[in-house]
C-alpha cells in the first residue's frame, strides 16, 4: 500500500521534472487541426451552471464544432439545455470513458467542473494530446498545479487557458499599457476584496462532522465526481456550485474571485510566489470549510528594479478594507456570470483591487474592468499622460482558438495562471491552519511548518486515481 511518504516522495520527483517524457505526447495526439479555417472539434467536460455559459460563449465565436458532451449528472435539470442543444454530440458521465472512447474525435476540451477535478481531467487531456481550456482556479493544490505545468510546458504544441476571462479584457490591456508608459511603477501595496454573499454564510462554524448522506439523484455517478479526493457520502450540500465552500472541494472565495482581481496585478508585477502569509482574521474557522471571512496578507520580494509589495486579500460581509481618501463608490464588473444564487448585487463596495504606489493610488474591480486613478483631483492632472489603451483582438474564448489555429497566443495559459493558482492554494494552507507560514520560494517549502508542507500535494488520491498524477 501506497504510503503518504511515498506520495510525497513521487510528488518531489516530479517537481524535479524527473518522471516525464514529452516526446511520447506528440505520437499520442491523434487528431491534427488540419486549416484555420476548419472548425476546432471540442469536447465538454461539464455542462451545466458554468459549464453551459462557456459552452453559450463558444457557440457565439462560430468557431467550434461539438463532438462530445460529458457531464456526472447527465440527464438532471441543468444539463437538459446542452443536451437539446447538441443531441447529435457523443454522451458521457465519466471523463475517462470520453476519452476512450471518443478521444480520435476531438482536438481540444473545455473543462467546467468543481476545483478539485480540474486536475486529471486536464492531465488526461494534455496527455491523450488534447489542448484545453480550464475553468479557474486551476488546481486545487499547489503539486497540481506544478505538474499541471509541466506536463503543459513539455509540449508547447498544445495550447492551454485558464477561464479567467477577464484576463482578455479592458483591465489586461490598461494594465499592460500603463505599466509600459510608466504610469503604473513602484507599487508597494495592493488590496483584493470580495465582499458579497457567498454560499456558506449561513452555516454552523462548529461543525464536527461532514453531513450525513443524503439520497442521490438517479442522475448522478458520484464516484466520478468524487474524482481523486477521500470518499465522502454525497449529500446535497456538496452539489450545485456548493461545494466551492469546503476544503476538499473548493478553493473558497480566494480561489474563486481573485483570478478575476488579482490576475493583472500578478503578471505584470512579475510577483512570483511570497515568501510569507500571515493569516490576519478567520471568523468561524473550523476544519471543514472557509472561514465567514478572511483577512489574508501576501508577502512578496522586491523584483530586479520593482521594490517589495504586500498584497492583502479580503473577504466576507463584515470584513472590509480600509479606503482611502477619495476613493467613492466601486463600480460592479459588468458581464459578471450569473450563479446559481442569481445575480450579483451592486453596492458600494463591489468585489475589486486597490493598488498603492510611491506616487499614485488606483482603485479597480474585478475581471475586464479598468482602472481609475483617485483621488478624481489627482487623476485630472494625470489625464495628459495617460497612453492610449489598444482594443483586445479577441475575446477569452476566441483567443483560445485562434491559439489552436496558431494565430495568437494565449493570455492565461498554464505557464503564467498556474504560479497564480499556487499563491491562492498557499494562501487557502494558510485559512486551513489559521497559522502564519513563511515560505521558500525557491526550494518551494515552508521554513516553520511541516503539516503546511504535506498539504502542499494534498490528501493521497483514492485508489485507482494515483494514476493521474503519473502522466
Not at 475517462?96 to 486536464?122: L, Y
Request: hydrophobic content about 40%; some cysteine; aromatic content about 12%.
Amino acid at each position: 500500500m501506497a504510503t503518504r511518504r511515498d506520495f510525497l516522495k513521487t510528488a518531489s520527483l516530479f517537481s524535479a521534472g524527473l518522471a516525464f517524457n514529452g516526446a511520447d505526447l506528440l505520437a499520442k495526439s491523434n487528431y491534427v487541426h488540419q486549416s484555420h479555417f476548419d472548425k476546432v472539434k471540442i469536447a465538454y467536460v461539464g455542462i451545466g451552471n458554468r459549464g453551459e455559459q462557456d459552452i453559450d460563449e463558444f457557440a457565439k465565436t462560430g468557431m467550434v464544432e461539438v463532438v462530445a458532451l460529458c457531464d456526472v449528472d447527465m440527464g438532471n435539470k441543468q444539463t437538459e439545455k446542452v443536451m437539446n442543444m447538441y443531441p447529435q454530440a457523443k454522451r458521457f458521465k465519466d471523463f475517462r470513458e470520453m476519452f476512450e472512447k471518443a478521444g480520435n474525435d476531438f482536438e481540444a476540451v473545455c473543462i467546467a467542473t468543481p476545483d478539485h477535478s480540474h486536475f486529471p481531467i486536464a492531465m488526461l487531456a494534455l496527455s491523450e494530446g488534447k489542448h484545453v481550456y480550464v475553468e479557474k482556479p486551476m488546481s486545487r493544490t499547489f503539486l497540481e498545479a506544478e505538474l499541471m505545468m509541466q506536463l503543459a510546458s513539455k509540449n508547447p504544441h498544445l495550447v492551454t487557458q485558464v477561464g479567467n476571462q477577464g484576463h482578455s479584457e479592458g483591465n489586461y490591456f490598461q494594465f499592460k499599457a500603463w505599466q509600459e508608459a510608466g504610469i503604473i511603477k513602484d507599487v508597494t501595496a495592493v488590496v483584493g476584496h470580495m465582499n458579497n454573499v457567498r454560499r456558506w454564510h449561513q452555516w454552523d462554524s462548529n461543525i464536527k462532522c461532514f453531513p450525513p448522506a443524503d439520497p442521490m439523484p438517479k442522475t448522478m455517478d458520484w464516484d466520478t465526481w468524487l474524482c481523486a479526493v477521500p470518499y465522502h457520502d454525497y449529500n446535497e450540500k456538496f452539489h450545485q456550485g456548493n461545494w466551492r465552500c469546503w476544503y476538499d472541494f473548493g478553493m473558497g472565495a480566494l480561489g474563486d474571485w481573485g483570478a478575476h482581481i488579482l490576475d493583472t496585478v500578478h503578471e505584470f508585477l512579475n510577483l512570483g510566489l511570497p515568501y510569507q502569509i500571515k493569516m490576519v482574521r478567520a471568523k468561524g474557522h473550523n476544519d471543514y470549510f472557509y472561514p465567514y471571512s478572511s483577512t489574508i496578507l501576501f508577502r512578496f520580494a522586491a523584483r530586479g528594479n520593482m521594490p517589495p509589495v504586500d498584497v492583502t486579500w479580503y473577504d466576507g460581509l463584515d470584513n472590509l478594507p480600509p479606503l482611502p481618501e477619495g476613493f467613492g463608490k466601486s463600480e460592479l464588473a459588468a458581464n459578471i456570470p450569473a450563479t446559481n444564487q442569481g445575480e450579483y448585487r451592486d453596492s458600494d463596495l463591489n468585489p475589486g483591487k486597490i493598488i498603492y504606489t510611491k506616487d499614485l493610488i488606483f482603485k479597480g474591480g474585478s475581471h475586464g474592468s479598468t482602472l481609475s486613478i483617485i483621488p478624481e483631483k489627482r487623476a485630472k492632472e494625470m489625464e495628459g499622460l495617460l497612453p492610449e489603451v489598444p482594443k483586445s483582438p479577441s475575446n477569452h474564448y476566441v483567443n483560445f482558438l485562434r491559439a489552436i489555429r496558431g494565430e495568437e497566443k494565449t493570455r492565461s495559459p498554464f505557464e503564467i495562471n498556474g504560479v497564480l493558482s499556487q499563491v491562492f492554494c498557499l494562501g487557502v494552507i494558510a485559512q486551513r491552519l489559521n497559522a502564519d507560514l513563511y515560505f521558500d520560494t525557491r526550494l518551494k517549502q515552508f521554513t516553520n511548518n511541516q503539516f503546511a508542507n504535506a498539504m502542499l500535494a494534498g490528501s493521497l488520491p483514492r485508489k485507482g486515481w494515483e494514476y493521474f498524477y503519473n502522466l
